[in-house]
């Protein structure tokens, strides 16, 4: 794999897609991803956050084939039209999907943290808060 390949899965009901970052070195997929090496001119950020987009969830659920093992061919993807628009406005466009993703993230392990909090002070009150945080639990 190279940095800025895109990662598809093509086996599955549920469609996952990601990008190969930078540092990633001797990565090799597994055949249950199809890679899609781009062009110059087109940015894997953009193509993630189109294919994830409620269009591109459609293209690639249109092209699944399969009942019982649901498979996604390559040669389908390569059928997908894609907006053609400036590789800077791609850029632009697949940073602030990330930023979004990132962003996201870092909301859900707040709450994740303010709930912890409420919760061991209301296992205090209970009466089990030390047992739990003595054993680990």
Wanted: no cysteine; glycine share 8%; aromatic share 8%.
């Amino acid at each position: 794999l190279r940095s800025g390949d895109v990662l598809l899965s093509n086996r599955g009901a549920s469609i996952k897609i990601a990008v190969v970052p930078e540092q990633a070195d001797k990565l090799v997929a597994s055949s249950n991803f199809n890679i899609i090496r781009l062009q110059d001119g087109y940015d894997p950020y953009f193509l993630k956050a189109f294919l994830e987009s409620p269009i591109g969830i459609h293209f690639l659920m249109g092209f699944q084939r399969g009942s019982s093992m649901i498979v996604l061919h390559p040669k389908d993807v390569k059928e997908i039209l894609l907006p053609q628009l400036p590789t800077e406005i791609q850029r632009e466009i697949g940073q602030g999907f990330s930023q979004a993703d990132f962003d996201l993230k870092k909301t859900i392990e707040e709450a994740e943290r303010v709930r912890n909090l409420k919760y061991s002070h209301l296992y205090q009150r209970m009466g089990i808060g030390e047992a739990i945080r003595l054993g680990g639990l």
